[in-house]
């Protein structure tokens, strides 16, 4: 695979947006803020996987799991889901039709190597002949990104306004770099479940999103049917790490993601979280009219939820 050297795809990517550059390549993450001294204090805990961590760690611990995969994740991502994450994202995209009603301004966060952003475009392109939605994909591993620019530099959206690459934390994008009211639809896929603080990053999608623009989140849920409940979880905990281990030398980083979707919240508790960030949701329940839409049994679910 082709790589480039910070400094170039720094300032490539710069160019490829219609934002000002910034000190680092469009970098609002807390890393980059200059260093406080922390309040004395009773730390807060949270969960990464399952074991419990100050929630100041978690951050730099979810950042090292992905660091540690970015080189990995697409083919890893097709080995451990034997392909179907592919149709999982293909459905999450077609449920959204972006381009269907003219072009469109979205903002894929927790977006990593860019496959939810590169199916947009090509979906509005391919179904509408919309050239002009665009993508800001951001995240908070500069590593990810990385492998999603060198990726959108074999297509033809590579140095266009459609797309562009921002790391930033998904619970602070930054009020200068991402205004309020500005984006038409925001998704995350299987980023969610990462964040630190949950409620914060819906506050945020909240906030960048115009009145009437759509929130979408794809996401590992809760099972509901106990024998696939238990094939599942036998193959999650066996085989998951083991490939990490065979393909990718790293078993930990597998086995947190498993960890960290068994930690993730019901779909029912995830919806009351969506409508408590002041979003419209369909009623608590899977299906037509409804909140989210299960995938696979539940395994997979997109939540949805309007801007209000
Ligand atoms: C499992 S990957 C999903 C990538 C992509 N959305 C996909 O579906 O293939 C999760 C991504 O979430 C990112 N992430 C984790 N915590 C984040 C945060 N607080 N803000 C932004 N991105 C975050 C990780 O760096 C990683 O790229």
Redesign the pocket.
């Known amino acids: 695979m082709q790589s480039l050297a910070p400094r170039r795809l720094a300032s490539a990517c710069r160019r490829s947006t219609t934002l000002p550059p910034t000190r680092r390549w469009h970098s609002s993450s807390p890393q980059s803020a200059p260093t406080q001294t922390p309040e004395p204090g009773p730390s807060r805990t949270t969960h990464f996987g399952y074991r419990t961590v100050p929630e100041e760690s978690k951050?730099s611990l979810?950042?090292g799991v992905?660091d540690s995969v970015a080189s990995n994740y697409d083919l890893m991502?097709d080995a451990m889901s034997m392909g179907v994450h592919r149709l999982w994202?293909d459905e999450f995209v077609g449920l959204l039709r972006p381009g269907s009603k003219g072009p469109v301004r979205c903002i894929?966060?927790?977006?990593?190597?860019g496959?939810?952003a590169l199916r947009m475009l090509d979906h509005a392109r391919e179904k509408y002949a919309d050239r002009e939605t665009s993508v800001d994909v951001?995240?908070?591993?500069a590593e990810?990104l990385r492998a999603g620019y060198v990726r959108f530099k074999k297509t033809m959206y590579h140095d266009t306004s459609q797309i562009a690459f921002h790391e930033?934390?998904?619970?602070d994008l930054g009020q200068e770099r991402f205004l309020s009211n500005s984006y038409d639809l925001y998704t995350i896929?299987?980023?969610i479940r990462?964040?630190?603080n949950i409620r914060e990053?819906l506050a945020e999608a909240y906030r960048v999103l115009k009145p009437g623009g759509t929130f979408a989140c794809l996401e590992f849920n809760k099972v509901t049917n106990p024998i696939l409940a238990q094939l599942y979880d036998q193959y999650s905990f066996s085989v998951i790490p083991m490939l990490g281990s065979i393909l990718a030398g790293d078993r930990d980083s597998y086995q947190y993601l498993v960890e960290s979707i068994r930690r993730f919240p019901s779909q029912w508790d995830f919806a009351k979280m969506i409508a408590d960030a002041g979003f419209a949701t369909g009623e608590h329940h899977s299906g037509n009219g409804g909140a989210w839409r299960d995938l696979w049994g539940g395994i997979a679910c997109i939540h949805t939820g309007v801007k209000v």
């Open positions: 951050e979810v950042r992905f991502n994202k894929d966060v927790a977006g990593g190597t496959d939810i951001v995240d908070i591993n990810m930033a934390n998904a619970q896929a299987f980023g990462n964040v630190t990053a």
